[in-house]
């Protein structure tokens, strides 16, 4: 039997992970995704989540650890694994009873990284690109969006994997259609503004279809533990007004990876649970390492020793608590200048802060290494474009 499987009085059976790759935070909550509505009327909604890094699998890395990047180890998008000390939430939760199961859709989560630690069933088979090339193998963040697992499959096989548990189980769901190229299969939003929110669509009609085949086979989603996220959202290069790529002056950030602007590092978080209040908006600022120590507090389990905080305080009728600084950073650029195309590139990192009364909101963002720091004042500035650039002591590379 699994681990203190209770919440205020009310019986924990399973664990769901829903991963929406690439979904920046205004799409997610504009109202056009039935599914994600569903999710938000049913649970708890961070209205301002932040993730510590712009790519899968240093994010992801983070969600499943606890740990910011400088713990878990992967700092760029091919050269690092997991650190070996790192230990997962699937590690933690095997241990006390829970099957695990994985069905991921793209490179950024294959097993070389370590992210497969602690799942009985982890599915990362992904198509060759369409040159015959491994797609774990380039650093092109555009290109690796052409080898994934479409969404039906994802759903196919998670549910297969279902059919086969007959005990608590813990499963991850990982949807990769918002990522580039942006061409939805199927049109599943008559009001999508642009392609990308046709794919974000597409991926939230199969998120919906997961629910039913979850409730279908008779486990009851009130009485689980679910949890959906994005790992990073996107910049489309002028498709949103608080967009940096292309020819807005960043012309090597396509898409996600080099830049830490809200369009990629504000992300959607919703977590619902039994015996946590529903249809509750929280505005404070959380982090995506906060996820973690969130599903382990709820479940009774030690959560010492981690970078993220618990969510709890947030689970009261009124989503109240405090707003946390939240650490971004990344090491991409490194890679990303490596064909000599943008010598200029160097890592970057960032905190941005809010007020406990949310009127007030500011970033920082600097080169690591340099000795002056970019600050934006997200409240008369949402849209990140009239820096205030400050002197400072050299900030040491992390």
Not at 73 to 96: D, K, M, W
Not at 166 to 176: E, I, Q, T
Not at 242 to 255: I, M, Q, R, T, V
Not at 315 to 339: H, I, K, L, Q, V
Request: include cysteine; aromatic fraction near 8%; hydrophobic fraction near 35%.
């Amino acid at each position: 039997m699994a681990h203190q499987q209770r919440m205020k009085g009310k019986e924990v059976q399973n664990i769901l992970f829903i991963s929406l790759d690439t979904v920046r935070a205004d799409v997610a909550y504009s109202g056009k995704m039935p599914g994600i509505e569903a999710l938000r009327r049913g649970g708890v909604t961070f209205r301002q989540a932040i993730s510590s890094v712009p790519f899968t699998p240093a994010s992801h890395a983070s969600v499943f650890t606890g740990l910011q990047p400088a713990r878990h180890g992967i700092r760029h998008l091919l050269r690092e694994q997991l650190a070996p000390e790192a230990t997962t939430l699937a590690e933690r939760l095997r241990s006390v009873g829970y099957a695990t199961g994985a069905v991921v859709s793209c490179p950024g989560l294959n097993k070389w990284y370590g992210m497969d630690r602690g799942f009985d069933h982890y599915d990362d088979e992904i198509p060759r690109l369409p040159d015959g090339s491994d797609p774990l193998t380039t650093p092109d963040v555009k290109k690796r969006g052409l080898a994934l697992k479409r969404a039906p499959l994802v759903v196919e096989r998670a549910l297969g994997w279902l059919d086969r548990q007959d005990g608590p189980f813990f499963l991850f769901a990982h949807f990769f259609d918002a990522h580039w190229p942006y061409e939805p299969p199927e049109d599943f939003c008559p009001t999508a503004a642009n392609p990308y929110e046709g794919e974000v669509a597409y991926s939230d009609h199969y998120l919906q279809r997961l629910l039913r085949g979850i409730e279908e086979r008779g486990h009851v989603l009130a009485d689980t533990l679910i949890v959906c996220f994005s790992d990073h959202g996107e910049d489309l290069a002028g498709w949103y007004p608080n967009d940096h790529a292309g020819s807005l002056g960043h012309p090597y950030e396509e898409g996600h990876g080099c830049l830490l602007f809200d369009a990629t590092q504000h992300v959607p978080l919703i977590i619902s649970a039994p015996g946590l209040p529903r249809g509750v908006e929280v505005d404070s600022q959380v982090r995506l390492v906060d996820i973690a120590p969130s599903v382990l507090d709820l479940l009774g389990m030690d959560k010492e020793d981690l970078d993220g905080l618990s969510l709890a305080e947030f689970f009261g009728p009124e989503g109240e608590g405090a707003s946390r600084p939240a650490y971004s950073e990344t090491y991409y650029p490194e890679e990303r200048r490596a064909d000599g195309q943008y010598p200029e590139l160097v890592p970057l990192a960032a905190v941005r802060l809010q007020d406990d009364d949310q009127n007030g909101r500011k970033k920082v963002i600097w080169k690591i290494g340099a000795d002056t720091v970019d600050l934006y004042d997200l409240r008369t500035d949402p849209h990140e474009s009239k820096a205030q650039t400050l002197s400072a002591p050299a900030v040491p590379q992390a």
